[in-house]
């Protein structure tokens, strides 16, 4: 069975290094692509006013 | 909420089963006062601590010197201040935007709890107990004390959650669900230690491992207490004190993913340029740099939030507070990645730059938010109006004046402390050879220092007054906060609400909107994205031989060297001294010997310290070359009065280290938890560990007779403590042997 730290030495430090960035950069590119545009507006509208509709003075 | 087309239909349902709920705001009372309370005495150990390196005499050994003073103003401020500001912030916010009340026993288990976990820092502290971990200081009794203190406010918090009358998560709850999360997993995996004793135990890891866990930890420290809660604080107190939605909550969105993703990784910032592999350190680098990014889309969304209400600014001291706080997360998350960057980082390391850069931060950002937010609370919570908004708005001035005076005078420190390290004449020798040059330069900045310091500490005095005089005009019984609410999402079906998320699915409803409906789903995302960042950077640097080359001349300390070791613990030396050469031409020349430049740090050099104690601040010189430097006598008289040897120097004296015994039978023990650790100890040592102790320290006291030192010093602690000192270094003095990673 192989060992967790051969595993890991697969890939050298670089590689998990670019491999952070290019997670990165889809996590920022699907949160872009959801929220980006104009089409959530009304939602965004709705969810901005929460805590002025909470019931508090 | 849902989409309008489902409204009528929702609406129709509350009406016919509308509740009342009461809010707990007892709780809410009780920890602003405490953030109050500690807040005052955290600021003014500040102060004293800031006095000290003014004028050392203000040290009064063994309990109050800076070494042991210096953690406990910085538990203080973060986790009594910040912590019960964080508490009070997420008790008030939380009960409304969740139209749930907490349990009441668990929340007061989490406070009375948190409140003796300050109290056992704030004693535990100046009586030497400490793991020398930079904000993890707290010996194990007590970690395991705040594990089950925290646990309990998760408990409470998600049972808020779960029990709640609103659908949607408001972004300020996320930033509440990512820090509650992320603190745990930092506090247990930074504070896996072996006890040796009640108040005594060693890191499970060693040198570069250790450094980089404990900046791991740091880091995020920084990240999840001091920022996740307080911007969760700014999306909802800015908002209702503006009377005014945040200006975009898509860019809230983005705000928080952007910054849960990013921060984890940027600790290794704190470590440019030591025996941490650069990969690692560059990684940090890159990622902190990215951090700048979002960091100023919340700002921005926060300053853009009073747009059309800044008429407003110049008479509210809440939005004042406000406003100023913002801007000094703007500043302050410009200078991180500044510092960051590494040419700009090997000026300011080690330097008061960082203080300067940690107080904009705190003082500015973390107090201003916590000051806007306690105003804004007062006359809510206590019913009744501020006593007076000329005092509010004359401690904003006061403690803005405070705050830049402060940091102005800690960067001109910093900067000039830096450059006199570096200086070469034009022969090509340093400019100032001798260290304490570089320190009583620094004296009148310290004292504007603490002039500045003083003014914030006043401006917070004058807000207790403010308060203390609303308070006693507080009703005889407090109304009880009382809404109108929908059902209970739970006890209004799991299956209306597994109806309401599938006409959201049909309707193609954004996937965000339903993960909002879906806490538990949504934690277990924030979860995996701290712990995936986390493992990318951890894993690597702990199963990747060759991150760490053995040096076969580094041996493990001896017996007494590891009770010397323990005595630099106790008393916080790693507060002001780094034991760390960083590969630079001016400080290979200067911890040099005999006109031989000094070798710089390797990783291999650290591998038996448990924990490891690189430092982050040189008030004093580096040790990390001090073996062989000096003479028995040369470090006993400097222990014992350090101006004797160093005119001008700020280290406090440490006269009970020539009069306290050493007590022999904790050695044995501590040995052999070294073991238990892997520290390759032989029998003899493992066997006999109190004799080697007491015969290395009988050689040493003769030696320091020989020097013409005083006699009877072979049983004090002030042998150890040089058997110690003398060691440092010593083993890469010897021929160095790199081999493969093992």
């Known amino acids: ?57 | 909420m849902s989409e309008p087309t489902h409204a009528t239909t929702n609406e129709t349902t509350k009406e016919t089963t509308k509740e009342t709920i009461k809010y707990d705001d007892v709780i809410v009372r009780r920890f602003l006062a405490a953030t109050l309370f500690w807040g005052a005495v955290g600021m003014l150990v500040g102060l004293w601590i800031a006095l000290q390196l003014a004028t050392p005499r203000l040290n009064f050994a063994p309990y109050f010197t800076f070494g042991r003073l210096r953690p406990l103003h910085t538990n203080a401020v973060i986790f009594a201040f910040a912590g019960n500001a964080i508490f009070a912030a997420v008790y008030y916010s939380s009960q409304r935007l969740l139209k749930a009340r907490p349990l009441a026993m668990l929340s007061k288990i989490h406070f009375w709890g948190w409140q003796a976990i300050i109290t056992a820092a704030a004693i535990t502290l100046p009586l030497g107990f400490t793991q020398a971990k930079e904000y993890a200081e707290l010996e194990w009794p007590i970690d395991l004390a705040i594990l089950v203190v925290w646990v309990t406010f998760a408990v409470n918090f998600f049972a808020m959650v779960r029990n709640r009358r609103e659908k949607h998560l408001y972004v300020a709850l996320w930033f509440y669900i990512a820090s509650i999360i992320t603190v745990a997993i930092l506090h247990i995996f930074n504070n896996l230690v072996i006890p040796a004793g009640l108040f005594k135990s060693y890191s499970i890891y060693a040198g570069v491992q250790d450094a980089l866990m404990q900046w791991w930890y740091g880091h995020n420290a920084v990240a999840f207490i001091l920022t996740t809660p307080f911007l969760g604080l700014m999306y909802y107190f800015l908002p209702k004190a503006a009377e005014r939605p945040i200006f975009s909550y898509r860019l809230s969105i983005l705000h928080f993913w952007s910054l849960v993703f990013i921060y984890i990784w940027a600790g290794p910032h704190h470590l440019h340029y030591t025996a941490l592999p650069q990969w690692a350190s560059t990684l940090g680098m890159v990622f902190s740099v990215m951090l700048w990014m979002p960091s100023w889309g919340g700002m921005i969304n926060g300053l853009l939030t009073l747009r059309g209400a800044w008429n407003r600014v110049a008479e509210d001291p809440v939005l004042k507070f406000f406003v100023v706080g913002i801007t000094f997360y703007g500043m302050a998350t410009f200078e991180g990645p500044l510092l960051s960057v590494k040419s700009v980082n090997a000026l300011s390391h080690y330097t008061d730059w960082n203080i300067a850069h940690v107080h904009g931060g705190t003082l500015g950002w973390v107090g201003f938010m916590v000051f806007g937010m306690t105003y804004w609370l007062v006359p809510r919570l206590y019913q009744t109006k501020l006593y007076s908004k000329k005092l509010a708005t004359l401690h904003f001035w006061t403690a803005t004046v405070g705050i830049v005076i402060y940091v102005v005078a800690m960067w001109a420190a910093g900067i000039t402390q830096g450059l006199m390290w570096r200086a070469f004449d034009d022969v090509g020798r340093l400019q100032y050879p001798d260290f304490l040059e570089t320190v009583t330069r620094l004296v009148p900045m310290y004292w504007l220092r603490a002039f500045g310091g003083a003014l914030y500490i006043t401006g917070l005095g004058i807000g207790i007054y403010n308060i203390i005089r609303t308070w006693q005009t507080r009703p005889a019984v407090y109304a009880e906060p009382e809404v109108s609410v929908p059902p209970m999402i739970r006890a209004a079906k799991v299956a209306e609400h597994q109806r309401v998320l599938e006409r959201a699915a049909e309707a193609k409803i954004h996937w965000h909107r339903r993960w909002e409906g879906m806490p538990a789903l949504f934690t277990v995302l924030v979860t995996v994205a701290v712990v995936v960042a986390s493992l990318f950077e951890i894993l690597p640097a702990f199963l990747i031989g060759t991150n760490v080359p053995t040096i076969k001349s580094v041996k493990p300390y001896t017996p007494l060297e590891l009770y010397g070791r323990d005595i630099y613990i106790r008393e916080g030396c790693y507060n002001c001294h780094s034991q760390m050469l960083r590969p630079f031409i001016d400080e290979t020349v200067r911890y040099g010997m005999n006109g031989q430049p000094a070798e710089y740090s390797k990783p291999g050099e650290f591998v038996y310290d448990h924990p490891f104690q690189w430092g982050s601040k040189r008030t004093g010189p580096d040790l990390a070359r001090e073996g062989g430097r000096r003479d028995e006598l040369w470090l006993l008289r400097h222990f014992n009065d350090p101006r004797s040897t160093s005119p001008g120097s700020v280290m406090p004296s440490y006269p009970h280290l020539l009069t306290d015994s050493i007590p022999w039978d904790v050695i044995p023990t501590r040995v052999h938890v070294m073991h238990m650790l892997g520290v390759p100890y032989d029998a003899t040592a493992l066997d006999h560990a109190d004799s080697l102790a007491h015969d290395q320290a009988g050689t040493l006291a003769a030696k320091l007779e020989t020097e013409g030192g005083p006699t009877g010093m072979g049983d004090k602690d002030v042998i150890a403590l040089i058997a110690y000192m003398q060691r440092l270094g010593h083993d890469i003095q010897l021929s160095m042997h790199v081999g493969g990673g093992s």
């Open chain 1, 1 to 57: 069975m192989i060992r967790l730290s051969e595993l890991v030495s697969a890939f050298t430090p670089t590689e998990y290094a670019e491999l952070a960035l290019i997670l990165f950069v889809a996590v920022f590119a699907a949160v872009m692509f959801r929220h980006g545009g104009k089409r959530r507006a009304a939602e965004h509208e709705l969810c901005a006013r929460l805590p002025l509709d909470d019931g508090d003075q």
